[in-house]
């Protein structure tokens, strides 16, 4: 081939998709923040991410450090362990009482390294070049973890985000999908206990929508990383909806995707796993061995250890509630406060006392030094501009108790 020298050089091509996503919540946070001075001499409070802040039990570093050297030589299978998956499935049985022979340990769990990234790779199961003849759908609940809508969009899908407002029980709500767009659906991201909201779906409701995938043919993916921070009573989950529902295939359209980081204190450990429909499940295994590395052979022993034990997570879930009661003393009655079913985060109606959950967040750094996500930045606005987070600011209970009181006294102070 001939070079000519009048051609100029042209940037690499790239994916349209990716331009097409919102910014990532945290970076729109600091680029809010920039010129903001929080008020000094105050440890600043981060009330932002929801990272566990008290360590995981000794349980994790001296399984990982029991492991044998040559476990680390080995490249893991995407599988994992005959070991991890017995005591997933021990773990499952005893969470959701299910009859023995409900789970089949080979055929109907896989790890994932947290669950994040299999959320995430899931549409590229689930979602078909069309669907009904037309772009298929991913449904999104409004608020959302952006992880779903990534995966959506760069899946070829249309995400469609269902407000889970304070009327709809701060669920999707299910009602407002037209026909024609349950017909396009490829796939339903369902977070419950809900993050920013922590609601709990009931039965009712995680069967309605496991019928509706059905009857629709679409996948749910049910989030359910918090179901393990409860402070009122056991949050129900898929396999619930899956077990009333019955059937000779109970498991089908389901997946449903835990987590040891929150239940475990364990969110550098990356570890998680889908337990679901065993066709999915077999698809996503394959998937999954043409892209991803596998959970490290260490980690697979360290995970399952934490799935057969309940007493840390029980020490865990009391650290959250006297979180969630450390706040609630002080913020009754005010910005909209309510308890959560479940989970470490408040999503506090600022309306009455602020022009948004931005001017509430710049306030709350610059008079308090107290770091809050608005709720905006987590929801995508309507058509018409109305954004349903507009008026919501997140705050994570990750720190302790006392300083959870402390925060909610200053955060109180300034807002109201
Ligand atoms: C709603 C929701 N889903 C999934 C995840 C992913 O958790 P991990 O990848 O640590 O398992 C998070 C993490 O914060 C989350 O908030």
Known sequence: MMFDA????????????????????????????????PLANVAPSILTIGEPQNEPPALLTSTVAAAAPS?????????????????????????????GDFINADKTILPVCGTREALYQLAQLVVPTQKAGQKPVVLIPNPFYAVYQGAAVMAGAEPVFLDGTKETGYLPDLDAVPEET????????????????????????LKRALTLARRHGFTVAFDECYGELWHNSVPTGGLDAARALGGERPLSNLMSFHSLSKRSSAAGLRSGFVVGDPDLIAGFTRLRAYSLAGMPLPVLTAAAALWADDAHVE??????????????AVLNGKLGYYRPDAGFFLWLDVSQVAESGEEATKRLWREGAIKVLPGAYLTQPHKDGYNPGGRYIRV????????VARSMERLVRILT
């Open 182 to 205: 349950w017909a396009r659906t490829a796939l339903f991201y369902l977070c419950t206990p809900a993050n920013p909201q922590g609601a709990v779906a009931s039965l009712d409701y």
């Open 396 to 403: 994570a209970l990750v720190q302790d108790a006392d300083n």
């Open 315 to 328: 020490i865990n879930r009391a650290y959250y509630r006297a979180n969630v009661d450390a706040a609630e």
């Open 71 to 99: 476990a680390w030589a080995k490249y893991p299978p995407t599988a994992g362990t005959p070991e991890f998956r017995s005591a997933v499935a021990g773990w499952l049985s005893r969470r959701f009482n299910l009859p």
């Open 6 to 37: 009048t051609l100029t050089d042209q940037a690499p091509c790239r994916s349209d998709r990716l331009t097409s996503l919102s910014e990532y919540p945290f970076p729109r946070l600091h680029a809010l923040l920039a010129d903001v001075t």
